[in-house]
Nanobody, 124 residues
């Protein structure tokens, strides 16, 4: 009943920037509270890893590899999360997946919901 739709991604030269956004959608989205929203990534042959996460309180968490380069933010009113990626490196190439965790309303609960992913490719 809650889905995530991702925007952004694409092809960029090393050193460039991209902005990803992810919006929660669905018939009940205006009535839910989402505790955490974040971005994970998965490169070919590698495990999925957390990139950045932001909680409803505004607290954030980043992977060491992206600290100082990526910034996560969210709009609680729109149930949307953003990821500004600067100084991109070829090692950042991966499918980026949006995640929303601990989603609740008076009649609904979901522990975790995933988006379908968006490809980010950084050329050297």
């Amino acid at each position: 009943q809650v889905q995530l739709v991702e925007y952004g991604g694409g092809l960029v030269q090393a050193g460039g920037s991209l902005n990803l956004s992810c919006a929660a959608t669905g018939s009940i989205v205006d009535f839910v509270s989402i505790q955490s929203m974040g971005w994970y990534r998965q490169a070919p042959g590698k495990q999925r890893e957390l990139v950045a996460q932001i909680f409803r309180s505004g607290d954030t968490k980043y992977a060491d590899s992206v600290k100082g380069r990526f910034t996560i933010s969210r709009d609680n009113g729109k149930n949307t999360v953003y990821l500004q990626m600067n100084s991109l490196e070829p090692e950042d190439t991966a499918i980026y997946l949006c995640n929303a965790g601990d989603i609740s309303s008076s009649t609904y609960y979901a522990f975790s919901v995933w988006g379908q992913g968006t490809q980010v490719t950084v050329l050297s």
